[in-house]
């Protein structure tokens, strides 16, 4: 077990299942606002609530699986001979991508103030351009001529970004602010602190178990309120880097082809370690309550049990018995991930700058849930048709 790394990469079908499902949760969940009489046991729980609601589940499972593909993206690219330092651009590159998009997202959302020259729609539909037109996964330029028009594009992208981000008044009148980071950004810490430790720490699973444990007492110390000038020195105390490291040793228990053990029993690992985490959670909770907003503890370990336990599920369900067809229907929620998160924003922009309403009986449970799985699926097929014409988000 000495040295751990490296490994054979391959694609894992329930990598991308478990991506696109979380994603089409991910929507669905968002859209639960807008419909009154959500049973509460699907709602995010309030902050001072010792409860762990359906929605709380969601964002943890999102950032295993993200932790997941990390040591697959950075062993395929070592294997093809790229060096150190073009692996760290490239983790630099995907980290600063998210956090501008979380970081715009979230003042958007905070709506604009009545004296700038455009409204909070508006902000919205340009920052999403902007978004596309400089991460787009352009097709490969055949001439020099549409190799120009695409760095064109994308640094007008850029100058559109950044134009948003100087002109930005809020309501109030401040100017663009860091806040929570919003869940792109928040995503983009996690995943650019996990991947760098991957990369330096990727001959040695102690140093990698080491890393979990660290983010592990950070959250737990955080939440004892005992970090005092250091508490969300990074974002939620190492929190949601504790998922991403979940995700990382998952992969490696699951794939290193160092193991002596048949696919089974790895499962049986994992799932045993599953149970472990949650009987870790029920046992943390009498020092700490389960919150998702002030992430505590135990709902850092009752998330990761239970995503590894329904995980174990996918990977026999796809990768052992083959059944990656019967999720073909919103596969590209996980194969074009960040597209697919981004088109509800344009959707509901929208739908609020036409007038549009939904029948009142689409906005109440239960019926108003169909309704929240509708809008989900439909931003899986935007997704998908967009898609065929060339639009697709890559960082």
């Not at 792109?184 to 996690?190: E, K, Q, S, V």
């Not at 950070?218 to 309120?225: C, F, M």
């Not at 970090?227 to 991403?244: T, V, W, Y």
């Not at 239970?306 to 369900?317: A, D, H, K, P, S």
Request: net charge positive; proline share 4%; with cysteine.
């Amino acid at each position: 077990m000495q040295n751990y790394i490296p490994f054979t990469p391959k694609r894992v079908q329930a990598i991308d299942v478990f991506r696109a499902l979380t994603m089409v949760i991910m929507i669905f969940v968002n859209d639960l606002g807008s419909v009154a009489g959500v049973p509460h046991w699907l709602e995010h729980a309030a902050m001072t609530e010792d409860f762990l609601g359906f929605s709380d589940l969601v964002f943890p499972a999102f950032l295993v699986v993200m932790g997941m593909s990390i040591p697959l993206a950075i062993e395929s690219k070592i294997q093809k001979g790229e060096s150190k330092a073009g692996i760290l651009e490239s983790i630099a590159s995907r980290t600063f991508a998210l956090i501008v998009m979380g970081l715009v997202l979230l003042n958007a959302g905070r709506g604009v103030s009545e004296d700038l020259i455009i409204n909070k729609h508006a902000f919205t539909i340009l920052s999403l351009v902007g978004f596309f037109l400089v991460w787009n996964l352009y097709p490969k330029a055949k001439t020099p001529t549409a190799l120009q028009t695409q760095k064109i594009l994308k640094i007008a992208g850029y100058i559109l970004i950044f134009t948003l981000i100087y002109i930005y008044r809020d309501p109030k009148g401040n100017t663009f602010q860091q806040g929570w980071w919003g869940i792109l950004g928040l995503i983009g810490w996690a995943y650019g602190i996990c991947a760098v430790i991957y990369l330096y720490c990727r001959k040695s699973v102690k140093a990698l178990g080491v890393a979990y444990l660290f983010f592990l007492i950070l959250t737990a110390l955080g939440s004892s309120n005992y970090l005092g000038p250091f508490n969300r020195l990074i974002p939620d105390n190492g929190c949601h880097h504790a998922f991403a490291m979940t995700g990382v040793l998952t992969t490696l228990l699951l794939l290193h082809n160092k193991l002596n053990l048949r696919v089974n029993q790895r499962l049986m690992i994992l799932a045993a370690i599953g149970l472990v985490m949650v009987a870790l959670g029920w046992l943390s909770n009498n020092i700490w309550i389960i919150s998702k907003i002030q992430a505590t503890p135990p709902w850092l370990l009752y998330s990761s049990g239970l995503t590894l336990l329904f995980y174990v599920f996918i990977y026999w369900l796809t990768d052992i018995k083959g059944k990656s067809s019967w999720f073909s229907i919103i596969g590209p929620a996980g194969t074009a991930t960040l597209t697919c998160y981004l088109i509800p924003y344009l959707l509901y922009t929208i739908i609020y700058m036409t007038g549009f309403k939904f029948p009142d009986f689409l906005s109440v449970s239960p019926v108003g849930l169909l309704k929240c799985l509708f809008i989900s699926l439909i931003t899986v097929g935007i997704t998908a048709l967009i898609g065929r014409v060339g639009v697709k988000l890559k960082i």
